[in-house]
């Protein structure tokens, strides 16, 4: 018998090995999807079974015998084995890679996949001691005495959280507390709503009500405000009523408290989330309560896509346009269309929600492949926001906020109402400028420009991670430096200066990065002790503000005269998700675009026309270049210190394609990234484009075994990248 391993290394290809001895006692061969502790040169890896085979091309003298079966059972359900094995030959990625991509830490050392949770309570002993008077002695034990008195039980991992594994045995040993048995799980169940379903809300969610237990892709295209997490409520009640699981995508961490609190607001119990911003160990016991059932409602961000769920009955995909649902390193996923995968394999249905869709997922609908429903006025009393582009050639502006925006928010504030400034730039300023010679303060790993951080005090490159202290004078001719440009930093600056009796709150990478930061931010912005909140694109994602009722654009020219043929589609994207966080509430919205090219048809068509006007002559110019959803993209992109061999290298693959005579497909480079340098690398790529995802498959399948045998640079670095989102 011979064991087909994945592990986790960069090879494209999986690894034979001899059964163990204690294989032989199983009833048969291993399960697939059960991981396998086997020696790797010098070094003992855990892999996963990915197949059985009787013979191999490996030379019996060099074939080595695993050394331990570490499961039973497979460590992921069959529906998620299958993709996991599909996304890793769709994206071109090894298998190995992929499979540790799915699964926590820990369960990749091999800690058990399932355990029995160990539960411990006070005994009639530890509670009279509790009942006596308290002494000096122990006071750890004590505390843990305590904390043991203010509830019925706790769990070993839940105690280890707070007080360390000493004091629970020396209490153990005392006899103050014991084991005992697992609480009852409590049955599942919905509170019911306050909100009524408009008439909207009620034919979507009888519409996916209908496809339970059928795979069908719903397309919920509701405007910002419009209820589309209610509908999400009531679906999942019914898709999991009888024992099911549902999983929730949401494209940001910031999002997944929120909607996680407004989950258990609604649901008794079965809520776990999935993200980054776990621990080690919080992230296992997610993982397992998810594999082993007691998860009913899985809540999380993109790599939430593999948890491994035995009884999915539905996937919500919310903000689905969300270029954060794309991984931009290592293993190039997307989880929103995983997610349709998943849900094909899986025969349940999948809801993609959004206010502003990509053009991908419209073209689909318009196809007829998903369902499409529409939301499209706001719940309740709210209407949508009045928008109004600000001229910045006819208006003198104060760091970057003209005067009509100044009035205009000084209005607001005094009739109550909460206000959003948006601009996605973080930092102080984008450079420091020397006005006597033209110095710019360069970044000396990149072909960009410092970020000044007055706060932090620093110089840092938002690309590479540099960073070093703020110059006084131009290191070129000696003159005084000048900041140039606005970042949100400085825009808090200005706006504490102009009201003063209006406190502020930030939101950006740099407010958020400290654990809990975000739900601070935004619990001061709901209480109404914030009254204007800066941020960037942190707070497009879908946020409810009630009491906002002014949204102010800073700079929205970032995307018009971008190289990226999706720029000026995300540009739109934004521009509306902003927008469409006023208005929610008592009080009417309002939006205020600053622009230097209000005559711009994009901007003038989006305030006329809405988002679907936007997007349909986007599609029609879309189909005119032949760009997808009209071609099928990949991009081969390299990176290497030497910038002579990268090329080289890049021109070797491009002769490779020519042998394989594929043409219908194109390969079209090498050609510089729009960041040549970055982190002392030099940075390349090509593009491949055709009409066809077949010709596209078959085409990668047999160039990158070419390409993978290419010489290149010392150091090269080369990736595949299907479907990207970016081509610069």
């Not at 009620?202 to 997490?229: D, M, P, W």
Request: net charge neutral; glycine share 8%; with cysteine.
């Amino acid at each position: 018998m011979i064991l087909q391993i994945a592990l986790d290394t960069p090879l494209r290809r999986v690894f034979d090995y001899r059964a163990p001895a204690q294989s032989s006692g199983l009833d048969g061969a291993p399960r697939l999807g059960v991981r396998v502790r086997v020696p790797f040169g010098r070094q003992q890896l855990i892999g996963i079974l990915i197949g059985v085979a009787s013979e191999s091309a490996v030379a019996e003298a060099k074939l080595k015998t695993a050394l331990e079966i570490l499961d039973l059972h497979p460590i992921v359900d069959p529906v998620t084995f299958d993709l996991l094995c599909w996304a890793a030959e769709y994206y071109h990625h090894p298998i190995g890679e992929v499979f540790a991509a799915a699964l926590p830490v820990s369960l990749r050392a091999g800690q058990p996949a399932l355990q029995k949770p160990e539960w411990w309570s006070l005994s009639e002993t530890g509670r009279l001691e509790l009942s006596a008077p308290s002494t000096r002695r122990a006071p750890q034990q004590r505390a843990l005495l305590e904390w043991l008195g203010t509830r019925e039980h706790a769990t070993s991992d839940e105690i280890g959280e707070a007080f360390k594994p000493a004091q629970l045995r020396s209490l153990a040993a005392r006899g103050w507390i014991a084991q005992a048995a697992a609480p009852p799980t409590a049955a599942l169940s919905l509170r019911p709503s306050d909100v009524d379903l408009t008439e909207s809300q009620a034919h979507c969610v009888a519409a996916v009500l209908e496809s339970l237990a059928t795979f069908a892709a719903h397309l919920l295209y509701g405007v910002t405000g419009s209820g589309k997490t209610e509908v999400y409520l009531r679906v999942i009640a019914a898709a999991i009523a009888d024992g099911g699981q549902a999983l929730v995508l949401v494209p940001e961490i910031a999002l997944t408290p929120q909607l996680v609190d407004r989950f258990r607001r609604r649901f008794n119990s079965g809520v776990v989330a999935v993200h980054s911003g776990l621990s080690g160990t919080e992230r296992r016991d997610a993982w397992r309560a998810a594999h082993g059932g007691q998860a009913r409602i899985i809540i999380g961000t993109r790599s939430a896509v593999f948890t491994s769920l035995p009884k999915l009955a539905l996937i919500v995909v919310d903000e689905e346009h969300d270029p954060s649902y794309k991984q931009h390193e290592g293993f190039r996923y997307s989880a929103r269309d995983l997610a349709v995968i998943r849900a094909r394999g899986a025969a349940v249905p999948v809801i993609l929600g959004s206010a502003t869709p990509s053009l991908e997922t419209l073209e689909n609908s318009a196809t007829g492949r998903y369902f499409k429903h529409l939301l499209p006025q706001r719940a309740g009393e709210a209407q949508p926001p009045r928008m109004t582009l600000v001229d910045l050639r006819r208006h003198a502006a104060e760091q970057g906020l003209s005067t009509p925006a100044m009035q205009t928010m000084a209005q607001h504030l005094q009739a109550g109402g909460q206000i959003i400034v948006f601009l996605n730039r973080r930092g102080y300023a984008p450079s420091l400028f020397c006005n006597a010679c033209g110095w710019v303060a360069p970044c000396a790993h990149c072909d960009a420009r410092m970020t000044l951080h007055r706060r932090a005090a620093q110089l840092r490159c938002h690309h590479c991670g540099a960073h070093g202290p703020v110059p006084t004078i131009c290191a070129s001719c000696g003159q005084a430096l000048h900041a140039v440009g606005q970042g949100t930093e400085r825009v808090e600056e200005t706006l504490a200066r102009l009201f003063p009796d209006a406190p502020l709150a930030r939101l950006d990478r740099d407010t958020a990065s400290a654990r809990g930061a975000v739900v601070g931010v935004l619990d001061r912005v709901h209480s109404g002790e914030a009254r204007i909140l800066i941020g960037t694109q942190m707070l497009t994602k879908g946020h409810h503000f009630p009491e906002v009722s002014l949204v102010v654009i800073l700079d929205a020219d970032q995307g018009l005269f971008a190289s990226d043929f999706r720029a000026t589609e995300r540009l739109a994207q934004t521009i509306t998700q902003v927008a469409g966080r006023a208005g929610r509430g008592r009080l009417a919205g309002e939006v205020l675009i600053q622009t230097q090219f209000p005559e711009h048809p994009l901007l003038n068509r989006l305030i006329r026309d809405g988002y679907e006007g936007f997007a349909l002559s986007a599609l029609e110019e879309r189909r005119e270049a032949g760009w997808p959803p009209y071609s099928r993209l990949a991009i081969l992109r390299a990176e290497a210190r030497d910038s002579l061999g990268l090329d080289a290298f890049l021109r070797a693959a491009v002769d490779s394609s020519g042998r394989l005579r594929e043409a219908a497909v194109k390969v079209l480079g090498p050609a510089s990234a729009l960041m040549a340098r970055r982190a002392d690398h030099f940075r390349a790529h090509l593009l491949v484009e055709t009409a066809s995802r077949a010709h596209l498959q078959r085409f990668l399948k047999n160039w990158l075994a070419l390409v993978d045998e290419l010489p290149g640079p010392p150091g090269l670095r080369w990736s595949i990248d299907v479907d990207p989102l970016d081509v610069d």
